[in-house]
Structures are given as C-alpha cells and as structure tokens.
C-alpha cells in the first residue's frame, strides 16, 4: 500500500462519515472486551439489527452494545446506564432525553 493509497482511503472514510453514509467504529483488541467489565451512561441512540448504540459524553464518543449481553430491551431515547459484569449488562433506567426547542 503507498502513502497516496492509504489517503485516498482516509479521504473516502472522511467524506462517507461527514455525509452520515458511515459511522465511526472503534474495535476493541479482542471481540468481547467491551462487554467484559465496566459502566456505561448515556441515551440510546439507534438499534440496528442486533446492536445498539449509546452516546457516553459530551465529545458524542459512541459504544455499541449487544442486544443479547443485555439483561432487557432498551428503547432508542432512553438514558441509560448499562453496567458490564461477566459478559452480561445489567441496564438500569436513568430516563428520557427531553428535547429543548428555542
């Protein structure tokens, strides 16, 4: 692969996630360490197939989660917080995202 290959491909990557063709993925070292251990705050965003896929900060840093590690359905708006212990995530209601309209 040369440098320009690898631009053209940073470049396509770029433009498909600027026009929301794509979504930014960040891949663990191994498949299930991010549903090994650890908390999770925040609204869920989308649910695709058998994923879905929570806002965790203010910077809109992204965690995907799967459907069948949760110990109960979440609905796309929820606040949740989605607890991580022995592969499983225990979700705890935290609310509703409440739009504000100027």
Not at 97 to 100: A, E, M, P
């Given at each position: 692969m040369s440098f320009q290959d690898l631009a053209d491909i940073a470049t396509f990557v770029a433009d498909g996630l600027h026009r929301r063709e794509r979504q930014q993925q960040i891949f663990p070292v191994r498949?299930?360490?991010q549903f090994c251990d650890g908390t999770y705050i925040g609204p869920i965003l989308d649910i695709e197939r058998d994923v879905a896929q929570q806002r965790i900060n203010r910077q809109g840093d992204v965690v995907r989660?799967?459907?069948e590690a949760l110990g109960r359905p979440?609905?796309?708006?929820e606040v949740v917080e989605i607890n991580y212990r022995d592969d499983r995530g225990r979700v705890t209601d935290i609310g509703v995202?409440?739009?504000?309209e100027k």
């Open positions: 498949d299930n360490d989660h799967s459907l979440v609905k796309v708006g995202v409440r739009g504000i």
